[in-house]
């Protein structure tokens, strides 16, 4: 089974609605974060968490929300769609035992706003 | 000007060429990351670096510290090879800075 998840893998959805993305994991990890991907960008931080009472804005949370239910659980809502919000979503996870940071990232999810 | 670039941005090449593809940063680093995306969208991580060199199986990744440059080389590479490479640098105690990538694509 994969380590990081995220549900749906795909979603279409029509502007103005609320929808969540949720994520989990079965690493351990205490960080977990969100990305979003746009074709010719790099991905960039919407959220991160570094453990349950930890929640931090990223570079682009405008539109956006999280929260973290539990350490193995993130979920991301839109609280009203809009086009440009149409995006590849990632969640990622990490820790710093050991060392520098890796970060293992999910099977990304797929946004349609019509 | 992006904080990490990477060069080129469209690849194609033949089954069995040696493959380099090129990241330049600007910001200070902990470590650099190059990841694997695939047609289906999921990432993987290959290497992390914060010196010298590192090899898997046919992959070769490199870095100098000092002209803030790394590089990903393929050996005889193939179809499966195909997908889009992306350089992130670890700036910080968390923030990762990602480069565009390299979309690879490997003909039979």
């Known amino acids: 089974d994969a380590d990081v998840t995220q549900t749906p893998r795909n979603r279409i959805t029509k502007t103005g609605k609320r929808i969540m993305l949720e994520c989990s994991q079965t690493k351990g990890h205490d960080r977990m974060y969100w990305y979003r991907q746009d074709p010719g960008l790099g991905l960039r931080l919407i959220y991160y968490s570094f453990d349950v009472k930890d929640i931090n804005k990223g570079e682009i949370s405008d539109g956006y929300s999280v929260s973290r239910q539990a350490q193995a659980k993130f979920s991301l809502s839109l609280e009203s769609a809009i086009p440009n919000q149409t995006a590849l979503y990632f969640c990622a996870t990490s820790d710093l035992s050991g060392g520098p940071e890796t970060q293992y990232f999910g099977p990304g999810t797929r946004l349609l706003v019509l | 000007k992006n904080e990490v670039e990477q060069s080129p941005q469209n690849l194609t090449a033949q089954e069995g060429e040696f493959i380099t593809i090129n990241c330049s940063y600007s910001?200070?680093?902990?470590?650099l990351h190059w990841l694997q995306q695939h047609p289906g969208g999921g990432i993987v991580s290959l290497f992390m670096l914060s010196s010298g060199k590192k090899k898997h199986g046919r992959l070769i990744a490199t870095i100098n510290i000092q002209e803030k440059h790394s590089s990903l080389h393929i050996t005889a590479s193939h179809p499966r090879d195909s997908a889009v490479y992306i350089c992130a640098v670890a700036s910080g105690t968390y923030k990762y800075i990602f480069g565009t990538g390299t979309r690879l694509k490997v003909l039979a």
């Open positions: 910001v200070g680093i902990s470590a």
